[in-house]
C-alpha cells in the first residue's frame, strides 16, 4: 500500500545541479526513516543518505559529503536530495526508500521508488 515517486532527475553538465523529489502516500504506519540510494549498471546498489522523519539521524555516503544534501517537508510528505558539483561517476538510477531502521544499508528499508535517472556526462 506505501507508494514512493521520485521525480527530478535528468542530464545535467558536470559541476552542475539537480534536485530530485521523492513523495511518500498510503502508510498505515509511522514511517522511522527515508533514505536515497542509487545504482549503477554493473554496481551494487549503495547508500547515498538517509534521514529519521524526525529530522535527526542524518548520514551521508563519503562520496557525496559536502556535496549533496537530505532534507524533507513533512507537511507534504516528501523527501528531497539536493546534489550539487555533479560527477560524473554520480550517474545511475537513484531511488527513495522508507523503513523502520535507517541508515545507508539496503536491507534496512522496506518500501521503494521505482527510481529515476540521474546522467552527468564526462
Known amino acids: 500500500q506505501v507508494q514512493l515517486q521520485e521525480s527530478g532527475g535528468g542530464s545535467v553538465q558536470s559541476g552542475g545541479s539537480l534536485r530530485l523529489s521523492c513523495v511518500v502516500s498510503g502508510y498505515t504506519y509511522r514511517r522511522y526513516y527515508m533514505g536515497w540510494f542509487r545504482q549503477a549498471p554493473g554496481k551494487e546498489r549503495e547508500g547515498v543518505a538517509s534521514i529519521h522523519t524526525g529530522g535527526g539521524d542524518i548520514f551521508y555516503a563519503d562520496s557525496v559529503k559536502g556535496r549533496f544534501t537530505i532534507s524533507q517537508d513533512n507537511a507534504k510528505n516528501t523527501l528531497y536530495l539536493q546534489m550539487n558539483s555533479l560527477k560524473p561517476e554520480d550517474t545511475a538510477m537513484y531511488y527513495c526508500?522508507?523503513?523502520?531502521?535507517?541508515?545507508?544499508?539496503?536491507?534496512?528499508?522496506?518500501?521503494w521508488g521505482q527510481g529515476t535517472q540521474v546522467t552527468v556526462p564526462h
Open positions: 526508500a522508507t523503513g523502520v531502521y535507517g541508515g545507508l544499508g539496503r536491507d534496512e528499508y522496506d518500501y
